[in-house]
């Protein structure tokens, strides 16, 4: 399903510890120029029909409609600029990080 890099595994144990039985939620939305954005949020148990991986001890819960969308995503948390964690996603597709929902890419039409 989803991959843990060590430095992700270290910051959810961190920012879990709290929070036994608990875990995080990852919700991927789809649409815009990413392709995919990603919602996380804490969540004290699974909901029904949640995936759910344990990877280092944490808990990660995938709704029904994201675990498709997951499938085969690396999690990385970065401690550069403030830190944050980053989605490897193979499923997602025609990024140009314009940042506009609505338009169509340059990169998408195939302009340089």
Do not use: H, W
Not at 44 to 65: M, S
């Amino acid at each position: 399903m989803i991959t843990l890099t060590e430095a992700a595994r270290t910051k959810f144990a961190e920012l879990l510890a709290d929070l036994p039985g608990g875990g995080v939620r990852i919700v991927a939305v789809l649409g815009g120029c990413a392709g995919i954005r990603y919602v996380m949020s804490y969540a004290e148990a699974q909901v029904p029909g949640d995936t759910v991986v344990r990877d280092g001890g944490a808990a990660i819960f995938l709704d029904p409609g994201s675990a498709a969308s997951l499938e085969g995503t690396v999690v990385d948390f970065v401690a550069v600029g403030g830190g944050g964690f980053t989605f490897a996603n193979p499923n997602a597709v025609g990024r140009c990080s314009c940042g506009d929902a609505t338009a169509r890419c340059a990169s998408a039409r195939g302009a340089a």
